[in-house]
């Protein structure tokens, strides 16, 4: 038989697929959008400060600045040599007025959250030259108000260290004080919010804790004591009205310093929204501890016809040791040097962002090196060149003591910023070439308060600038009697010259309408 033929099957290979098509990962969603650096880039400028303040370290930035410890401790002796204890009425009229500033400031930040805010502000409002000439103005007030700050901390300095100053030391204590700040600046936004956050927790002992503490266990005195001059209006001519009208001048120091919320807008997340809320709770919450404080000291000091007749030169830390005992002097005055260098700093800090803010557009002289920024994102340029400024107006202080001289030198010009940004606000409202656009608007009501703020600011510009002999000490040179008028008039001179030589208003013509 044939062999059986019945084989197995050739296995079957199973039928050739193509591939499954290759399933593509799920798209990644986009990287969330930056809406402050956006906004910043929709008004012209790129992303180059280190973003990442939130609103209380905005808040606190601008609480440093304004700071009840500088406020209170540089013009209370002031004050009550002026007007007695009756000098406190000044502070509430003061703070009343600077609402009005920061009614019409606050309506500005919301719509252009920019560094070197009058700058920035001015140019959008009136034009290239009007706004070049507010930075200008700004930015020199804000170093001059540096070196009113670091002169009024050097003192403390010398009480910490037991030594008697002169006035050539106090100018060098005051020039290391600025110095000092400027290599803390340098590290960065952090480091500085850092240091600054240091400062308030010593402005909470040495202003809230030990105001409340004078006010409700330590009193001397009964308010009536409020209502009399003891005698102080006699520096004045007699005149009780001339002697409140130089305490408006020299309170108007205690409440300025808010608009350093503003300096560091272009590091604060939601810019638009917080540092309008920054700027009032600054100032409010200042405002509120150094009418708190004033009251509390002048209460507890054991004898204020002493400090009317100019026998007691610190009657802050007088009413304190009085109050609490020997024991108290050296914390106290180191608590009372951390706030003055919190300040200090803060302060630095704006006035180096204004810098910073003029030269990146090349409209402040040696742009090319003030607008540079470190790696750490700071801007060194600005710092450096507003340390320079601010130590060479230290130069008043090396003939005499200056104190009531710097605090009108530095409010003066401070002051008139102030008058440019709300006259400027105020014009274009009137001119229908402004209507607030951004999260604040306010309207007819915000027209009304900015006719409000510009009068406001243009009486305390006149009596900052008023000479005073009574605010320099007996003898004083003259440059210190005029120190108000004469700063500003400086700054103004020189403003209008470079104005007018350099042209840098064509330039930011040529930016806007490239």
Known sequence: MPPCQNPLPPARRPPSHPPPPRIPPPALPPPPRDADAARLGDLGYQQELRRSLG????????????????ALYAVSMVGTMIAGPAWVWALPVVLLGQCLVVNVYAELASQWPLTGGPYQWGRRLLGPSFGWMSGWVWQFAVMFGNTTVAYLAAPWVFALVGVAPTPGTMVAVAAGILFGCMLVNAFGIRILSWCVSLGIAAEAVASVLVGFA?????????????????????LSGGSTVMAFLAVLAVAGWGFIGFDACVSTAEETKDAGRQVPRAMWWALLSVGVVVILNAIAVALAHPDPAAVVAGEDLDPVTTAVI?????????PFVLVVLIGFLACAMASQGGAARGVYSL???GVFPFSRY??????????IGGLVASTVVSCSALLLGLNATAIGSLIAFGTAATFLPFFLVSLAAL???????????????QGARGTFLNVLAVLWTAFEVANVCWPRAILAPPGAPWYQVWAGLLGTGVVITAGLVYLLARRPQDKLRATESG
């Not at 370290?57 to 009840?68: L, Q, R, Y």
């Not at 009085?322 to 050296?330: L, P, Y």
């Not at 003030?370 to 801007?379: D, L, S």
Request: overall charge positive; hydrophobic content about 45%.
């Open 55 to 70: 609103v209380l370290g905005n808040i606190s930035m601008g609480f440093a600045v304004v700071s009840p410890v500088v």
């Open 214 to 234: 004078l006010l409700l266990f330590f009193r001397e005195h009964g308010f009536a004591l409020f209502t009399g001059t003891l005698g102080a209006e006699e």
């Open 322 to 330: 009085s109050s609490f005992g020997s024991w108290s002097d050296k």
């Open 359 to 361: 030269a990146r557009d």
């Open 370 to 379: 003030v607008r540079k920024v470190n790696r750490r994102q700071a801007p």
């Open 427 to 441: 014009i274009a409202r009137l001119r229908g070439t402004w209507v607030p656009s951004g999260h604040i608007r």
